[in-house]
T-cell receptor
Framework: GAGVSQTPSNKVTEKGKYVELRCDPISGHTALYWYRQSLGQGPEFLIYFQGTGAADDSGLPNDRFFAVRPEGSVSTLKIQRTERGDSAVYLC??????????????FGPGTRLTVL | AQKITQTQPGMFVQEKEAVTLDCTYDTSDPSYGLFWYKQPSSGEMIFLIYQGSYDQQNATEGRYSLNFQKARKSANLVISASQLGDSAMYFCAMRDPNYGGSQGNLIFGKGTKLSVKP
């Protein structure tokens, strides 16, 4: 079946502009996660959705970052007034709702954001 | 706070030989889950193996096995019979136990770049 998809694969923007990054999770996965991966680092957690609601947004670096998942499926990460430091690969992952610890997260290919 | 440490920025291994990638973790929670992911140059994160804190045996998945030493808080990945396609970044991760375990986000280490030589 189809995996997690993310669009666009690459996004180049100018400092101060607004960008939207889209994530389409695996069908039936109720949990959705956004991570940010800077060059040479591991992914860092941004926000986690369970269904339509953000269960944890403690990883969002500041109020320029916002994410939505209005129908409990597709999610959009929105970044306002982009800064050069926002340049990174933004990864999305989804998983089934499960009580088990080994609940694997399936990752998308990521969106590479470059802020000039 | 939970933390994952991978002390090997880069590793080399000869094709067909085994290699161990180190991972130590820090948590005060008795229940946790540990994961290893592979990230080739194409960028996607590929799940390799999982170890639960209460699992009695070390996890194995094909050529991948996990050397889990709970008292030392280490979860080293062992890749047997290395192949050229194993060249990639490898990340150790722990599920944040703050959400009762199963739904929390993953906390990643900085990764180890493995290069397999022919």
């Amino acid at each position: 079946g189809a995996g997690v998809s993310q669009t666009p694969s690459n996004k180049v923007t100018e400092k101060g502009k607004y960008v939207e990054l889209r994530c389409d999770p695996i069908s039936g996965h109720t949990a959705l996660y956004w991570y940010r991966q800077s060059l040479g680092q591991g992914p860092e957690f941004l926000i986690y959705f369970q269904g339509t609601g953000a269960a944890d947004d403690s990883g969002l670096p500041n109020d320029r970052f916002f994410a939505v998942r209005p129908e409990g499926s597709v999610s959009t990460l929105k970044i306002q007034r982009t800064e050069r430091g926002d340049s990174a690969v933004y990864l999305c992952a989804s998983s089934l709702r499960s009580r088990l610890f080994d609940n694997e997260q399936f990752f998308g290919p990521g969106t590479r954001l470059t802020v000039l | 706070a939970q933390k994952i440490t991978q002390t090997q920025p880069g590793m080399f291994v000869q094709e067909k030989e085994a290699v161990t990638l180190d991972c130590t973790y820090d948590t005060s929670d008795p229940s946790y889950g540990l994961f290893w992911y592979k990230q080739p140059s194409s960028g996607e994160m590929i799940f390799l193996i999982y170890q639960g804190s209460y699992d009695q045996q070390n996890a194995t998945e094909g050529r991948y096995s996990l050397n889990f030493q709970k008292a030392r808080k280490s979860a080293n990945l062992v890749i047997s019979a290395s192949q050229l396609g194993d060249s990639a970044m490898y990340f150790c991760a722990m599920r944040d136990p703050n959400y009762g375990g199963s739904q929390g986000n993953l906390i990643f280490g900085k990764g180890t770049k493995l290069s397999v030589k022919p």
